[in-house]
C-alpha cells in the first residue's frame, strides 16, 4: 500500500502571484498576501474578457452626455463600468457603491487613473440609471435602439462564419418586486408582484431583454423583437435558417402568421384542449408505449396540422408525454 501511494505524487503549487494586465503604470497582481486585500479578484478575468471585445466602450458609445466637460468629475466610462462591474459582482443595490467607491480595485475595474480618489456614489449613479427627468440634473441619455443592434453586433461576431441554423428562444420571466415600484402588479402564475421583462437567447447569449410590467400578455411586444433581430441576423447571413422557439404564452396567431410569411420557422408549445388531444391521439399513444417500455420522457412522432382552412396553419407540433 504504501508503494502504491508513493507512486502518485501531489502537485506542487509554488506561484504566490499571477500577473494581470496593467493599470496605466502599475502593476496589477493576484496574490496570497498583501496589505489591502478584495475577495473579488475575480473580476480581474472579467477585465480581461472586456479589454479583448471592448464591450464596456462600446456600451458607452450608446449614451449621451451633454454635461459641461470642464465640470465632469465621473466620467461616463468610468460610471457604466463600475455600475456593470458591481451587477456582475453581486452588488445590485445602488447602496452598495457607498462603500466600493472607495475600492482600490473597482478603481482598476473602473478604469480610474487615481486611485486613492473615490468613485461615483449612489446619487450620482442613479441619476445615470434614471434619464428623462429633469434637464437641470439628468444630462446623460442613452439610445435603447444602439444598444439592442450591440447585443446581435456581439452575436455576430462571435462567429468565424455562417452558422445553419440560429434558434431564437423567447422567454418571459418574473422578477419578484418587494417595494412600491412603478407599475407594480400582481401576477397570478407567479401569485407574487413582479415584473415581467422579455427575453430572447440564442444558445446562452443574450439577443433582447427587455423590462415589462406584469399586466400585459406574456407575448406582447415579441413579434416587433423578433422582427428586428430576424432583420438584423439576415443583413448578415442572408442564407441563415432561423428558427423561433417558445412555450404556449407565446403561440399566438401575429406572430406565427409573420414567421411563416418571412420564411422563419417556429416551434412553440401548444396549451391543451380536447380539440388538440384528439388530433394527436395517435402521437400520443405512441408517446405512452414508448414511455412505458423506457421509463423515460418521450416525444411522438413529428406532424404538421393542416388548419383546416385557417392561414397560417400550425407550422409544426411535438406531442410529450412524461
Request: charged share 30%; net charge positive; with cysteine.
Amino acid at each position: 500500500m504504501t508503494e502504491e501511494r508513493k507512486a502518485f505524487h501531489m502537485t506542487e503549487c509554488n506561484q504566490e502571484t499571477f500577473k494581470f494586465e496593467a493599470h496605466f503604470s502599475r502593476r496589477v497582481e493576484a496574490s496570497f498576501t498583501a496589505g489591502q486585500v478584495s475577495t473579488d479578484g475575480g473580476a480581474l478575468l472579467l477585465r480581461q474578457a472586456d479589454r479583448k471585445i471592448g464591450l464596456l466602450k462600446r456600451v458607452a458609445s450608446c449614451f449621451t452626455d451633454r454635461r459641461s466637460p470642464l465640470l465632469v468629475e465621473h466620467q461616463l466610462g468610468e460610471m457604466l463600468s463600475q455600475r456593470i462591474y458591481g451587477m456582475a459582482l453581486g452588488y445590485e443595490d445602488l447602496n452598495d457603491h457607498e462603500q466600493l467607491r472607495h475600492d482600490a480595485l473597482m478603481a482598476v475595474l473602473a478604469g480610474r487613473r487615481k486611485l486613492e480618489d473615490p468613485l461615483a456614489g449612489k446619487s450620482t449613479l442613479n441619476r445615470l440609471e434614471l434619464p428623462g427627468g429633469s434637464k437641470r440634473y439628468h444630462k446623460i441619455d442613452y439610445a435603447p435602439e444602439k444598444i439592442d443592434a450591440l447585443l446581435c453586433d456581439l452575436f455576430i461576431e462571435s462567429h468565424a462564419e455562417a452558422p445553419e441554423q440560429i434558434v431564437l428562444d423567447v422567454d418571459a420571466t418574473d422578477i419578484p418586486l418587494y417595494g412600491h415600484q412603478p407599475e407594480r402588479f400582481f401576477h397570478g402564475y407567479y401569485d407574487s408582484y413582479c415584473y415581467l421583462p422579455l427575453y430572447i437567447f440564442a444558445g446562452d447569449q443574450l439577443l433582447c431583454a427587455r423590462l415589462r410590467p406584469a399586466n400585459i400578455d406574456g407575448a406582447a411586444g415579441a413579434l416587433d423583437e423578433v422582427k428586428r433581430i430576424v432583420a438584423q441576423l439576415r443583413a448578415r447571413w442572408p442564407k441563415v435558417r432561423i428558427v423561433v422557439r417558445g412555450d404556449s404564452g407565446f403561440c399566438r396567431e401575429q406572430l406565427m402568421a409573420w414567421c411563416e410569411a418571412e420564411q422563419v420557422d417556429f416551434l412553440f408549445g401548444l396549451a391543451r384542449n380536447s380539440r388538440l388531444q384528439k388530433i394527436v391521439g395517435k402521437q400520443m399513444h405512441e408517446a405512452k408505449l414508448l414511455h412505458a417500455e423506457t421509463g423515460k420522457a418521450a416525444r411522438g412522432r413529428q406532424g404538421r396540422v393542416s388548419g383546416q382552412g385557417r392561414k397560417p396553419a400550425f407550422h409544426r407540433y411535438f406531442a410529450n408525454y412524461r
